[in-house]
């Protein structure tokens, strides 16, 4: 069965630091987005793409925070410099506006990410 | 503003004990109304889905409720075992946008 992909699951890094974290969604979905989950709270997402188009990135900490989806298929989200604060998991979703599914939106394992 | 609230917050249960999530929200316009577990550390995953029309739906021993004139929904567990342990949110799908409206989650914790 198809897989949204993250990587790396883990990541550790001092504050001031940058970050970044792949996506690879599942074949053929071309609705991308990456949900940023503080422990104990539901996702909020931080930026949707169409293709290789951003749709929204309205929550976005765009000082700090940037992503892209260059060929339309993974996808790159990148943190600098990383703070206390960001601590959080990163979650990437994908899915097929095609596919009559109620818009069902498949989630990766996440990227949890500690800042030190 | 749309929003979608849950509770309990957390909950505690011996294994093999029935129990009830609830749901409430106020999102508009809707177009669906999802549950997902998540494993902590782990990607959420899909148990139900239900649409305006739907007041009941079932995967195993989980059973949803759809109240839409309320605007809530539950989430029944049956019989729980060690492995119902996750955190289970409620989903509402904005009708539109499809946007993922999302509680702030469930924490259950089923023990021996």
């Known amino acids: 069965e198809a897989e949204v992909a993250q990587s790396p699951r883990y990541k550790i890094t001092e504050k001031s630091q940058a970050v970044a974290f792949w996506c690879d969604p599942i074949?053929?979905?071309?609705?991308l987005y990456w949900y940023r989950q503080i422990l104990g709270q539901g996702p909020e997402l931080l930026v949707q793409?169409?293709?290789?188009?951003?749709?929204?990135d309205s929550q976005l900490p765009k000082d700090r925070f940037s992503a892209e989806r260059l060929k339309g298929v993974d996808s790159t989200l990148k943190i600098q410099p990383a703070e206390l604060g960001d601590s959080a998991m990163y979650l990437c979703?994908?899915?097929?506006?095609?596919?009559?599914?109620?818009?069902?939106?498949?989630f990766g394992p996440g990227t949890r990410l500690t800042v030190l | 503003k749309n929003q979608v609230e849950q509770s309990p917050q957390s909950l505690i249960i011996l294994e093999g004990k029935n129990c009830t999530l609830q749901?409430?929200?106020?999102?508009?316009?809707?177009?669906?109304l999802r549950w997902y577990k998540q494993d902590t550390g782990r990607g959420p995953v899909s148990l139900t889905i239900?649409?305006?029309?739907?007041n009941t739906k079932s995967n195993g021993r989980y059973t949803a409720t759809l109240d839409a004139d309320t605007k809530q929904s539950s989430l029944h567990i049956t019989a729980s075992q060690l492995s119902d342990s996750a955190s289970y949110i409620c989903?509402?799908?904005?009708?539109?946008?499809?946007?993922?409206?999302f509680g702030t989650g469930t924490r259950l914790k089923v023990l021996a």
């Open positions: 989903v509402v799908v904005a009708g539109g946008t499809y946007k993922y409206i």
């Open positions: 979703a994908s899915r097929d506006p095609g596919l009559p599914s109620y818009n069902e939106q498949f």
């Open positions: 793409f169409q293709d290789e188009s951003v749709v929204d």
């Open positions: 074949s053929g979905h071309a609705t």
């Open positions: 239900m649409t305006f029309s739907e």
């Open positions: 749901c409430n929200y106020t999102v508009s316009p809707f177009s669906n």
